[in-house]
């Protein structure tokens, strides 16, 4: 496979799955680099075909984005715009690939191509964030649930809230390990392991010294317990999100220069 990715993605991509997608598109333009150079800048029938089909790929893509924006308010504004963006080049490359201007040479197509796989790239880092902004209220919905067990007086309704809170966290933990497998970037991998390592191993110490604390409430040391395994649990949540924050940062933090149309 050709290592063409970081000569022409000018910005980090921090995840696994936006790499995969855009690399066969990198490739493709690395190939039509190599006619370019063997052609000396000509137009051939092989680079026309080469960038007509990242052409229909990036158009596939930008479809694929629509359909997120639709389903996630959150960032359907963001996404919208980026997709719009990024079709103006779309439509200024199929010009160029259907058009038979003598002027337009395989260089101008080129940097059309590099150019719409660079919109495509932040179309899918917005995508990607989507899933963040789930994991934020997912952790959201499991400090409800934590404070709920703090509140608990009777053993009954504290079952159906710990249920619930083990159903919640259960969630959260698939979001976190799917996004800790898409990460590149390895000591973040294992801060995200570490959460939830310590989160599967502070579930059942708060069930059982939650239910000492209410049936036994002349102890102290249930309610102490349960209170030292909340706060673990409160600090690694803190953790979590500022975390998931900075990831957020460094995503929208490439995404500075918008992409304007070539030609």
């Not at 308010?73 to 779309?90: G, I, K, M």
């Not at 110490?205 to 409160?234: F, M």
């Amino acid at each position: 496979m050709l290592q063409t990715f970081s000569s022409i993605i000018d910005f980090d991509v921090q995840t696994k799955s936006i790499r995969g997608a855009i690399n066969p598109l990198a490739n493709q333009v690395a190939i039509m680099s190599s006619y370019y150079n063997k052609k000396k800048g000509v137009k051939s029938r092989k680079l026309l075909h080469h960038a007509k089909y990242v052409n229909e790929i990036c158009y596939e893509l930008i479809k694929f984005a629509r359909e997120v924006a639709k389903e996630h308010p959150d960032v359907e504004y963001e996404l919208n715009q980026a997709c719009n963006r990024t079709c103006d080049v779309y439509n200024v490359m199929k010009m160029k690939i259907e058009g038979d201007d003598k002027h337009d040479s395989a260089g101008t197509i080129i940097d059309i191509a590099k150019q719409l796989i660079n919109n495509v790239a932040r179309i899918l880092i917005v995508t990607d964030s989507a899933d963040l902004i789930l994991i934020d209220k997912t952790i959201e919905d499991v400090k409800q649930c934590l404070k709920a067990v703090e509140q608990s007086i009777e053993i009954c309704a504290f079952d159906e809230i710990f249920q619930k809170l083990r159903s919640v966290m259960d969630v959260l933990m698939k979001q976190i390990a799917s996004r800790q497998m898409d990460l590149l970037d390895s000591q973040k991998k294992d801060e995200l392991g570490l959460v939830r390592s310590m989160w599967m191993r502070c579930k059942e110490r708060l069930y059982t010294s939650s239910r000492v604390a209410i049936v036994h409430p002349e102890l102290d040391s249930g309610v102490t317990n349960r209170n030292l395994v909340l706060q673990e649990i409160s600090d690694s949540i803190k953790k979590l999100q500022a975390l998931i924050k900075i990831i957020i940062i460094i995503k929208f933090g490439s995404l500075n220069t918008n992409s304007k149309p070539s030609g």
